[in-house]
T-cell receptor, first 113, second 118 residues
Framework: DAKTTQPNSMESNEEEPVHLPCNHS???????IHWYRQLPSQGPEYVIH???SNVNNRMASLAIAEDRKSSTLILHRATLRDAAVYYC??????????????FGKGTRLSVIA | GAVVSQHPSWVICKSGTSVKIECRSL??????MFWYRQFPKQSLMLMAT?????????EQGVEKDKFLINHASLTLSTLTVTSAHPEDSSFYIC??????????????FGSGTRLTVV
């Protein structure tokens, strides 16, 4: 699996936007970019995913570089409930569909009131 | 949306005993389930992948005789930690994936089980 690189930690003030970067320079053409987050003592939850185009949903936006070697997860207004570890994961889009998600170390986001 | 229920949320057991963790997909059929464990301050480590009705595929270094995985139905998978020892204390998390419109069909995670072996 192609590897992702994320900063270990980031800090944000409440109500401000947060940009979480992810580098994936060895991404292949069929790799989807997934973002999950894990709140303390909980299982991961889906945030967003994309392939080539930028994506928006009610939780966040995903900006994907034109060469796909990096992406940025954007939380438009951070709240205290957004404090979590954010994982950027590449998943190959195979038809069989049973490949697991492989987690890296992620970015621990702290939100300051 | 897709919901995965994992029980128990926490368990304390004596060294040498066995513990069973259940993972249920409540509103979809989980053709594939994944089991992870997570030690404090670390990331999730994949333990095994199981497809309904088939034997689980274990990751390198995970003892299949110690971590028994059963995926007998499309809505239930169990992980049994046999002869548990203190070093097995960890946060165990299941993930389920169902049939869907394509390779992007979501992975839904359980809330995790914190196992403490004393």
């Amino acid at each position: 699996d192609a590897k992702t690189t994320q900063p270990n930690s980031m800090e944000s003030n409440e109500e401000e936007p947060v940009h979480l970067p992810c580098n994936h320079s060895t991404i292949s053409g069929t790799d989807y970019i997934h973002w999950y987050r894990q709140l303390p003592s909980q299982g991961p939850e889906y945030v967003i995913h994309g392939l080539t185009s930028n994506v928006n949903n009610r939780m966040a936006s995903l900006a994907i570089a034109e060469d796909r070697k990096s992406s940025t997860l954007i939380l438009h207004r951070a709240t205290l409930r957004d404090a979590a570890v954010y994982y950027c994961i590449l998943r190959r889009g195979l038809p069989s569909g049973n490949t697991p998600l492989v987690f890296g170390k992620g970015t621990r986001l702290s939100v300051i009131a | 949306g897709a919901v995965v229920s994992q029980h128990p949320s926490w368990v304390i057991c004596k060294s040498g005993t066995s513990v069973k963790i259940e993972c249920r997909s409540l509103d979809f059929q989980a053709t594939t389930m994944f089991w992870y464990r997570q030690f404090p301050k670390q990331s999730l480590m994949l333990m095994a992948t199981s497809n309904e009705g088939s034997k689980a595929t274990y990751e390198q270094g995970v003892e299949k005789d110690k971590f028994l995985i059963n995926h007998a139905s499309l809505t239930l998978s169990t992980l049994t930690v046999t002869s548990a020892h203190p070093e097995d204390s960890s946060f165990y998390i299941c993930s389920a994936r169902g049939k869907g419109p394509g390779p992007n069909y979501g992975y839904t995670f359980g809330s995790g089980t914190r196992l403490t072996v004393v």
